[in-house]
Nanobody, 113 residues
Framework: EVQLVESGGDLVQPGGSLRLSCAVS????????VGWVRQALGKGLEWVSR???????KYEAFVEGRFTVSRDNAKNTLYLQMNSLKAEDTAVYYC???????WGKGTLVTVSS
């Protein structure tokens, strides 16, 4: 059974940093296309980043070098390091397994002073 469990969301001040984690089971993160998507309150889904099985990473333009996706193959976990956070980054962040369209339940990131 495919499962994705996000964690690490929190309240952080503008300019701060957070690292989100996505622990997965039922597939191997090192050989799968995975990514992060977010949804702000009252808004649609917004793609953040995607990593393919080979480790190639793409980011949406608004990331502007502030976010970094990585994975720990031994832990079968995907990460999203977010720096220089802005109020507009406030959203529920979901990790996804691209093949099959599996998502976790999300973790809330709130950027506010």
């Amino acid at each position: 059974e495919v499962q994705l469990v996000e964690s690490g969301g929190d309240l952080v001040q503008p300019g701060g940093s957070l690292r989100l984690s996505c622990a997965v089971s039922g597939f191997t993160v090192s050989s799968s296309a995975v990514g992060w998507v977010r949804q702000a309150l009252g808004k649609g889904l917004e793609w953040v980043s995607r990593m393919n099985g080979g480790g190639s990473i793409k980011y949406e333009a608004f990331v502007e070098g502030r976010f970094t996706v990585s994975r720990d193959n031994a832990k079968n976990t995907l990460y999203l390091q977010m720096n220089s956070l802005k109020a507009e980054d406030t959203a529920v962040y979901y990790c996804e397994l691209v093949e099959g369209g599996y998502w976790g339940k999300g973790t809330l990131v709130t950027v506010s002073s």
